[in-house]
């Protein structure tokens, strides 16, 4: 009888904060509403929301920092920088996406397939906008795909 393959233990972190244990809620260097560090990961039919409100400027629902991670029936829902895909190949899978100012930044490379993306309304002077690829430097390859 052939051996068994050894299941390997895969670290992950998850940290989830209250925005309001934050002093300034402005900013993208604040704490995020749900963090996720370390590798692999996999999650399943939960919503990410953060509750700043659109009158607190930049608030992260979700920050992922994994390098291998994927998201199934997922919803993130902030009004600006809702999705932080920071690093790592990330898969989004039929996930709902609700924002209005840089639904989707980072530096991951992240493909998200049959995804809702849902534009709020602005507020005055404000304009929705998608994505904000923020590539660290020009020979890394990494990229949203839709």
Known sequence: MPSQPKAEKVKSRL??????????????????ATAISGQGFIAQDICFKNTAGASKGQAVALRVDVGFVAFYRCANDEYQFTLYARRGQQSYRECN???TVDFIFGDASAVFQNCMIYAKLPMQGQ??????QG???????????M
């Open 127 to 132: 304009d929705n906008a998608i994505t904000a």
């Open 15 to 32: 940290h989830a904060f209250r925005c309001k244990t934050v002093p300034s809620c402005s900013g993208t260097s604040f704490v995020p």
């Open 97 to 99: 996406i609700l924002c």
């Open 135 to 145: 590539r660290e430097s020009e020979i890394k390859a990494t990229c949203f795909s």
